[in-house]
């Protein structure tokens, strides 16, 4: 986990530092090169005022401009004026050392746009702009000189090119006619005689220190990424480390844990406190399953205390019996008692059976309305001989009308249990009553009998597997103690609620409470 955690972080980090890295290093280029073009633009403006036209040719003063950059045949700076028809002006010695070549060459050499300046209308109302032929006027000094302005032919461009040692350089080119200047000792009327003369310049500069530039700055920053991204791979390791610490004395706690000592817990005094929820549900979880495990190993020495007294007693029944000779009256007499006892046995197995069923969740149910009087009557029958047997006065007071939709079967075998009890345990010469009334939207079937030893407090322990007070239950021989463990588990899965109340020396009540059909009741007028 520690690993795939300082990995994840290392790679983000990495991520994060390549971004940065081309951001910054796109961003340096764009503004070097940004400076780069407003000076080449600069250059090219001065270079510009100095080219003149005049009757005798073209005139440069690029000498007065005082630029060794561009005058020294090693220097950074190139400069190139021709005409547009590819005849050569003017090349500085650098350029003619450099030898620069253009990927698009032919540029120079197509008509370019002609844009000239701007100048007043003739009403006055804006501004006409000459035709691609058309000049612009003269401007006449106070000495009689004439002048007229340079015009920029089409938009200037910038562009990379290489020298002929390969060496980078940017370049700006702009179209123009030059300055004509006409003094005033020649004729008024005299024009130069080569008036409409289109020039290109080319100003460019050497980028070797802006390459030089980048790259330091970009093996800078291969440097320190790879040094940060280093470095914070141990410091996310160290951190990782220390931070799951904790996780890892839970995780060798937990291993520690075995299922022969289901009592101990993850202790939760020095986790993190985002863990503490896993924890406090896994406490849960062992705590559940001691109980779990506490419940399955006191069943089974419940079962095999319960199941090696009738065993016993029917082993010895078939030794004493096949001991000697006896007569038929006398084998049936035992053979009546080995019965009862295999009976009560399969009454065990049966009822655990049921048990199993009911708490794996394997029981299909199958609801059906129900009516609780004609039901709760109708059970009552089959124990009234148990009664009539121990003198048990039996009474019964059910409210007509009262549906529940339920399954029958199993609400039958739960009301028996109950029945069965009430008539078994109560004290001879007792009673035993049943009351069958609505309370709101339930059915409230309430089950008394009379001679009760159980304490309130022990009674909840009742419904346990083989649970049994002694002095509360003189077993006939046909009660094991799965009576009412079978009654809250069938009350659990129909969705029933069950409760005890017990005084010693009164009755013993249990009531179970029925939820009921909507509209069923005393004064519905409802089938049933």
Not at 216 to 239: C, E, H, I, M, Q
Not at 246 to 259: F, G, K, Y
Not at 278 to 307: K, P, W
Not at 505 to 523: A, D, K
């Amino acid at each position: 986990m520690s690993r795939a955690l300082v990995l994840g972080n290392a790679f983000g980090i990495a991520l994060v530092l390549l971004i940065a890295g081309v951001a910054l290093d796109r961003g340096l280029s764009h503004a070097l090169l940004r400076d780069l073009d407003d000076s080449l633009e600069h250059e090219l403006a001065l270079f510009l005022s100095t080219i003149k036209l005049t009757p005798d040719g073209i005139e440069t003063d690029f000498e007065e401009l005082a630029m060794p950059q561009f005058e020294e045949e090693d220097g950074p700076g190139f400069l190139e004026l021709r005409q547009l028809a590819g005849e050569f002006v003017y090349e500085s010695p650098s350029w003619i050392e450099a030898q620069i070549s253009w990927p698009n060459s032919d540029h120079l050499s197509l008509p370019v746009e002609t844009r000239p300046s701007p100048r007043e209308s003739a009403d006055g109302s804006g501004t006409d702009e000459p035709g691609p032929d058309e000049q612009a006027p003269y401007e006449v000094s106070p000495g009689g000189d004439r002048t007229r302005p340079a015009q920029l032919i089409g938009a200037a461009s910038t562009e990379f090119g290489r020298t002929a040692a390969g060496d980078r350089v940017r370049g700006r080119t702009q179209g123009f006619r030059p300055i004509v200047e006409i003094d005033s000792e020649r004729g008024p009327d005299e024009e130069p005689p080569s008036g409409n003369v289109t020039l290109v310049l080319t100003v460019a500069r050497s980028t070797e220190s802006i390459d030089a530039l980048q790259n330091r700055l970009r093996l800078l920053l291969l440097v320190v990424g790879a040094a940060s991204g280093v470095l914070a791979v141990f410091l996310l390791g160290a951190v990782v480390r220390r931070s799951l610490r904790p996780l890892d004395a839970l995780a060798t706690e937990i291993r520690s844990l075995s299922d022969g000592d289901l009592s101990r817990r993850v202790p939760m005094s020095e986790t993190p406190i985002e863990v503490e929820p896993v924890i406090a549900r896994l406490n849960e979880l062992l705590a559940a399953l001691e109980r779990s495990f506490t419940r399955e190993r006191q069943f089974s020495q419940d079962i095999a205390h319960e199941l090696r007294t009738p065993l016993a007693g029917l082993r010895t029944s078939f030794e004493v019996t096949l001991s000697r000779e006896r007569a038929v009256a006398q084998y049936r007499e035992e053979l009546d008692e080995a019965l009862e006892i295999v009976i009560g046995l399969q009454e065990i197995v049966q009822t655990l059976l049921d048990l199993a069923r009911l708490e794996s969740g394997e029981a299909v149910l199958e609801k059906t309305n129900v009516d609780l009087e004609e039901l709760v009557r109708s059970t009552w029958h089959g124990v009234t001989r148990a009664a009539e047997e121990r003198s048990v006065d039996l009474t019964i007071e059910a409210a007509p009308g009262l549906v529940a939709s339920t399954d029958q079967t199993l609400l039958r075998t739960a009301l028996r249990n109950l029945l069965d009890n009430a008539a078994e345990h109560a004290d001879p010469g007792g009673h035993a009553s049943v009351q069958l009334r609505r309370e709101q939207d339930a059915a409230s079937l309430v089950i008394r009998n009379s001679g009760s030893r159980v304490p309130q407090h022990e009674a909840d322990a009742l419904f346990a597997r083989f649970a049994r007070h002694d002095t509360a239950r003189s077993s006939t021989g046909r009660h094991y103690g799965l009576g009412l463990a079978l009654v809250q588990e069938i009350a659990r899965t129909l969705g029933l609620r069950v409760a005890i109340r017990s005084e010693v020396g009164g009755e013993f009540e249990v009531t179970l409470r029925i939820p009921l059909v909507t509209g069923s009741g005393p004064f519905s007028n409802g089938s049933t």
